[in-house]
């Protein structure tokens, strides 16, 4: 069984509803950007404004990241990845930007660019537990937010506790992975 993602399509239609998304931006419709924006515009305001504290730019960010997006459809390459991960580099490279507008001391700017960092490993760390399988994500759950042990979260899941423990292992394994790909990205 696929895995549903965030936004109630199957995890396995994604890069070919990412592809069709593509196509209809270069094509020029702007109901593929209406669609974007709809599906994205939160995730993009949500990130900007933890990166930078800052409503209004925050909002003047998302306004330049799909501004982009209809200007140069073609700059997507699935191939790379995501549409979301696509949009949400578009991101974080404005609110650098964004941050080097500001003149801001360079004490103040180095907080800034560590909240970035964090705020970006965060969000990864959220899309990879979102695109995770349902057993792994529902055992990391159990074992994170619902501050069970492997044992408890055995019993709640109706596994065996070698089951659980795999699972959690595996999840945890998939995030660090996630965060390792991620770290050595050049801004």
């Known amino acids: 069984m696929p895995n549903e993602t965030p936004d109630g399509t199957s995890g396995t239609t994604r890069p070919h509803r990412d592809h069709g998304i593509r196509r209809r931006l270069v094509r ?10 709809d599906g994205h515009a939160s995730v993009v305001r949500g990130l900007a404004h933890r990166f930078l504290d800052d409503e209004d730019a925050a909002d003047r960010i998302v306004a330049e990241v799909f501004a982009e997006v209809w200007a140069d459809p073609g700059a997507y390459r699935p191939e790379h990845g995501s549409l979301r991960s696509w949009l949400t580099e578009l991101t974080r490279v404005r609110a650098l930007r964004c941050l080097d507008e500001s003149r801001l001391d360079p004490e103040s700017r180095a907080r800034l660019e560590e909240r970035i960092r964090a705020a970006s490993a965060a969000a990864r760390a959220d899309r990879m537990v979102t695109a995770m399988p349902g057993p792994l ?51």
């Open 28 to 37: 020029g419709e702007e109901s593929a950007l209406a669609e974007l924006y």
């Open 137 to 187: 994500r529902t055992a990391l759950e159990l074992a994170y937010v619902g501050r069970r042990d492997y044992r408890e979260a055995a019993a709640e899941l109706g596994v065996s506790e070698d089951e659980a423990r795999r699972r959690l292992r595996l999840g945890l394994q998939l995030l660090s992975t996630a965060a390792e790909n991620g770290s050595g990205k050049a801004s």
